[in-house]
């Protein structure tokens, strides 16, 4: 069953936290925050914050229309499944955007 896996660097705390607020109801913890050891090659800490989702049967029909495969996908009709804040929450959160290529992936 899926679940949801927010994880990122410290500078994006906030937005995490939003995304907690919206979500707690499926979540068994709080946000969490971990420090990796020294980058071997800049010596900098590197500081994150997340959470984890349940793994609920409720999220098995989102999961199916936006991974085929195991991989991710994006709907034909995703106008008709998302909100125009929605599409914005689901790129930000699962789209890397690679600033060489200027292309999403």
């Known amino acids: 069953m899926p679940d949801y896996n927010s994880h990122k ?30 980058n071997k090659r800049t010596g900098k800490i590197y500081h994150s914050v997340g959470f984890k989702t349940y793994s609920l049967p409720c999220f098995n029909s989102l999961y199916d229309l936006f991974y085929s495969e195991g991989k991710q996908i994006v709907p034909l009709n995703i106008g008709e499944l998302l909100t125009p804040l929605g599409l914005c929450y689901w790129i930000r959160m699962m789209v890397v955007f690679a600033r060489e290529t200027r292309q999403l992936y």
């Not at 607020?21 to 990796?36: A, D, I, N, R, W």
């Open 9 to 38: 660097e410290w500078v994006h705390k906030e937005y995490i936290q939003h995304l907690y607020e919206l979500f707690s109801s499926y979540c068994g913890m709080v946000p969490k925050t971990s420090s990796q050891s020294p």
